[in-house]
């Protein structure tokens, strides 16, 4: 099966090649994967040893940032090297003060593991929830390097549990010991055989509660804020934008913060057409001027997170398209949350609203009645609130367990 898999990934090396001839994100990755060891020889410290991270995106970032920045603040000394697949994630994180080194992981050839692995020599290697790479895996167990996956969540649908997906079953079974989120992915792991298995929690609930504590203030979004009702919308995307700007049309005695997903000039100009002018910029807003309107549109990145403690009410963009972006993010402010319909695939969205801090909506006549709602409901952020904190510890436990 190993060879069978070895072949597939050449193949999907030459597609990614060919790719990389029409589109921008695949020829990032091509060449951050192509370019991946040399980079390492060249940045690692041939008389070190690495604890090695590795995360798919931003989003299995944030799930172990909390682990890398706790194992820096207790070991300084300690070597990180923490690795992306996609290029959106290397790209936003490549000068991380945390970490010593970062880089693309090269393709899962046997060779390129090896190779990989002679160069870092890490002494422990941690995946983020859902990076499973063969070769990778196989070789560090080959090397008794011991492996760990945090974050982790299993379904019965995923190749591991299916008639034809032992060999990825066996797999798993190279961790060192798996950190999972809930008790249905330990109970289905433990049922198929796998035994060194924790349930920790989700580590993400620990970083937006430590965001909270550095209660971090914009004086510009806090003087627009002031005294009034607001909502903010962030990580939006076109479909959530035109059911929000609707709204900011009809509602003009409510403030509003709109933070899109993608600032790119197309992207803000179709926004601009539809607010029909009637918008202030964050990076042209003043003190003087941005009161003018009842809409700011940030377009800047990077500080989101700090934006919701703002809101009255928070809309979390994603859920009309591929799923809901991060709402744990709005909740740690007492903040209630609403979404799109598609939020299937997180737990944390589905527990929230059994909580009665988030609310899903399917179209704008829903949308308008839930923002109206809730702009006079005084106890469901509360509800997010306490939920957040209910759920914080993960770090600890999974720190201690990889680094007794």
Same mark, same amino acid.
């Given at each position: 099966?190993?060879? #069978?898999?070895?072949?597939?990934?050449?193949?999907?090396?030459?597609?990614?090649?060919?790719?990389?001839?029409?589109?921008?994100?695949?020829?990032?990755?091509?060449?951050?994967?192509?370019?991946?060891?040399?980079?390492?020889?060249?940045?690692?410290?041939?008389?070190?040893?690495?604890?090695?991270?590795?995360?798919?995106?931003?989003?299995?970032?944030?799930?172990?940032?909390?682990?890398?920045?706790?194992?820096?603040?207790?070991?300084?000394?300690?070597?990180? #090297?923490?690795?992306?697949?996609?290029?959106?994630?290397?790209?936003?994180?490549?000068?991380?003060?945390?970490?010593?080194?970062?880089?693309?992981?090269?393709?899962?050839?046997?060779?390129?593991?090896?190779? !990989?692995?002679?160069?870092?020599?890490?002494?422990?290697?941690?995946?983020?929830?859902?990076?499973?790479?063969?070769?990778?895996?196989?070789?560090?167990?080959?090397?008794?390097?011991?492996?760990?996956?945090?974050?982790?969540?299993?379904?019965?649908?995923?190749?591991? !549990?299916?008639?034809?997906?032992?060999?990825?079953?066996? #797999?798993?079974?190279?961790?060192?010991?798996?950190?999972?989120?809930?008790?249905?992915?330990?109970?289905?792991?433990?049922?198929?055989?796998?035994?060194?298995?924790?349930?920790?929690?989700?580590?993400? @609930?620990?970083?937006?509660?430590?965001?909270?504590?550095?209660?971090?203030?914009?004086?510009?979004?806090?003087?627009?804020?002031?005294?009034?009702?607001?909502?903010?919308?962030?990580?939006?995307?076109?479909?959530?934008?035109?059911?929000?700007?609707?709204?900011?049309?009809?509602?003009?005695?409510?403030?509003?913060?709109?933070?899109?997903?993608?600032?790119?000039?197309?992207?803000?100009?179709?926004?601009?057409?539809?607010?029909?002018?009637?918008?202030?910029?964050?990076? %042209?807003?003043?003190?003087?001027?941005?009161?003018?309107?009842?809409?700011?549109?940030?377009?800047?990145?990077?500080? #989101?997170?700090?934006?919701?403690?703002?809101?009255?009410?928070?809309?979390?963009?994603?859920? !009309?398209?591929?799923?809901?972006?991060?709402?744990?993010?709005?909740?740690?402010?007492?903040?209630?949350?609403?979404?799109?319909?598609?939020?299937?695939?997180?737990?944390?969205?589905?527990?929230?609203?059994?909580?009665?801090?988030? @609310?899903?909506?399917?179209?704008?006549?829903?949308?308008?009645?839930? !923002?109206?709602?809730?702009?006079?409901?005084? %106890?469901?952020?509360?509800?997010?609130?306490?939920?957040?904190?209910?759920?914080?510890?993960?770090?600890?436990?999974?720190?201690?367990?990889? @680094?007794?």
């Amino acid at each position: 099966m190993r060879i #069978l898999y070895s072949f597939g990934i050449h193949i999907y090396g030459i597609l990614i090649f060919i790719a990389s001839l029409f589109y921008d994100k695949a020829r990032e990755l091509y060449r951050g994967q192509r370019n991946a060891l040399k980079m390492l020889r060249e940045k690692i410290d041939s008389q070190s040893s690495y604890v090695w991270f590795h995360a798919a995106s931003l989003g299995e970032f944030e799930q172990g940032r909390p682990i890398i920045e706790k194992l820096k603040k207790e070991h300084p000394a300690t070597k990180i #090297l923490l690795t992306f697949y996609s290029p959106s994630g290397y790209n936003v994180r490549k000068n991380y003060s945390c970490v010593d080194v970062v880089s693309y992981l090269p393709l899962d050839t046997r060779k390129a593991a090896q190779e !990989f692995l002679k160069i870092v020599k890490p002494t422990k290697a941690i995946f983020i929830k859902y990076e499973f790479w063969p070769n990778f895996l196989l070789e560090m167990k080959a090397e008794k390097i011991p492996v760990y996956c945090i974050s982790a969540i299993f379904r019965p649908n995923q190749i591991f !549990f299916k008639k034809y997906g032992k060999w990825y079953l066996q #797999l798993l079974n190279t961790f060192s010991h798996i950190f999972v989120q809930d008790n249905l992915s330990a109970k289905l792991l433990n049922e198929h055989g796998i035994q060194q298995v924790t349930v920790c929690g989700d580590t993400r @609930f620990d970083r937006v509660y430590a965001l909270s504590l550095e209660s971090k203030k914009i004086p510009l979004i806090e003087s627009f804020a002031r005294n009034s009702k607001v909502i903010v919308a962030g990580s939006t995307w076109p479909e959530d934008e035109e059911l929000l700007i609707r709204y900011i049309k009809l509602h003009p005695q409510i403030k509003f913060i709109l933070v899109p997903h993608e600032i790119d000039k197309s992207h803000l100009y179709d926004i601009f057409k539809l607010l029909e002018g009637k918008y202030i910029r964050y990076t %042209e807003a003043t003190e003087i001027n941005i009161h003018t309107f009842n809409c700011l549109v940030v377009d800047a990145i990077g500080f #989101l997170s700090f934006i919701y403690q703002y809101g009255k009410v928070a809309y979390v963009g994603g859920g !009309f398209g591929a799923g809901i972006h991060n709402i744990l993010e709005a909740a740690v402010w007492n903040v209630p949350v609403v979404f799109g319909p598609n939020y299937q695939k997180f737990r944390e969205a589905h527990e929230l609203i059994a909580e009665g801090g988030a @609310f899903s909506i399917s179209d704008y006549d829903s949308l308008e009645k839930k !923002f109206d709602e809730l702009l006079d409901d005084e %106890e469901a952020g509360k509800k997010a609130g306490a939920y957040i904190l209910k759920n914080v510890g993960a770090t600890e436990k999974i720190y201690h367990l990889i @680094f007794p």
